[in-house]
Structure formats: C-alpha cells, structure tokens
C-alpha cells in the first residue's frame, strides 16, 4: 500500500515520521534552553551579589556571592538621574567583568585620595555611560558603608595604552571606563573614560 494510501485510509505516519519528530521537537527545546542559560544565570547572578553586598555591608568585610567566585561585591554605584544601581565586584579580572562593573586593583578606593578606577563591558553594565552628562551625580557605597557622591565633569576617548590615573590627587575622582565605540562588538584599543570629582 503506497502513502497516498494509507492517508486516504486515516492510518497513523509511521514509526520512522514519528521519531523525526519528537527528535526534532527535543532538539528544538534543547536549543531553547541553551539560549535562556545565560540571561536566567544573569539574573541569578545579581540576586546573588545584591544578598552578598548586604551582607558585606553588616560584616564590614568581603562576601563572596557564591562559594567558587573569584571575586566579592565591594560597592554600589548609582546614578540617579538615569536610574542606575550597579554591584562593583573587586579584582578586575574579565571573569568578575560578566556579572558587573569591577573595581580595579592599584587604584583609590572609593572616596580616598587619588583616583578609584571601575571598568565594565559598553554592552551591559557601562552601557549607561553613554548618557551620563557633565553635572550629573553619581554616588559609591562602600562595604563599610561609606558613602561618596561625585559629581561627572566630562568623558573621553583615548587608547587603553595612554590612560594614566592621577594617583596623587588630593580630592578622590572616580573614572569610569568602557571599551569604545558603544555600538561595536569588535574588541579594540580605544576605551571611554567618565571623571567625576567627590562634591
């Protein structure tokens, strides 16, 4: 009995049509939940780092926001005027720079002396630097829970070779750096940088 057949007749598809499919439906769900992996582990991740900063902020000492990180929240920058709460994790490493802004090693810390250096990706966490505007407030807690409000005086473009931090300075300055342009995927040598003076 040929295919034309065995439809006319309302007998099932076979055995063979019945397996592509369900391969086929399992592959697909697969798929699925390959690419929600990343953004759901996102957002795990900043519940994660929220619960670890807080509970920094009653210690007064660094918690990892998960057993393995190689890093710790050490502070929260904010942006008021655009909405922005962002968890800066210490260490500087680009592992630490996918779950959020880092605060770089060799740098003041946040409301000292001299010049206290964030980084973080122009396609997630920075993204805001975009539209951050001379005047603008941006403020730092710390895991002491020291807070330092800095007010934006004006961004940048320059090679990541030629960018020098001001360590001797007497008021603390924040510099906020990205890679650059905002609108590119393809890494390069040329980074944004945001100063702000402590007000």
Known sequence: MNAAATAKNG??????????????????????????????????????????FARALETGSPVKAWPWADTAPVARITAPRLGVSEIVLSGGSGE??????????????????????????????????????HGDVVRVEDIHGARTAYRVEGGYVVRNDRFGIDRQAKTPILALTTCWPFDSNVRGPMRYIVLARRI
Not at 100 to 129: C, I, K, M, N, Q
């Open 11 to 52: 007998r099932r598809p076979s055995g063979a049509v019945s397996t592509a499919f369900i391969l086929i439906l399992v592959f697909g769900l697969m798929l699925a939940a390959q690419g929600l992996f990343v953004p759901v582990k996102a957002v795990l991740a900043q519940v994660l780092m929220d619960r670890a």
């Open 96 to 133: 630490a720079m996918a779950f959020g802004p880092t605060h770089l090693p060799g740098s003041a810390a946040p409301g000292h002396r001299g010049t206290a250096v964030f980084a973080a990706h122009r396609d997630t966490h920075f993204r805001f630097l975009k539209d951050l505007r």
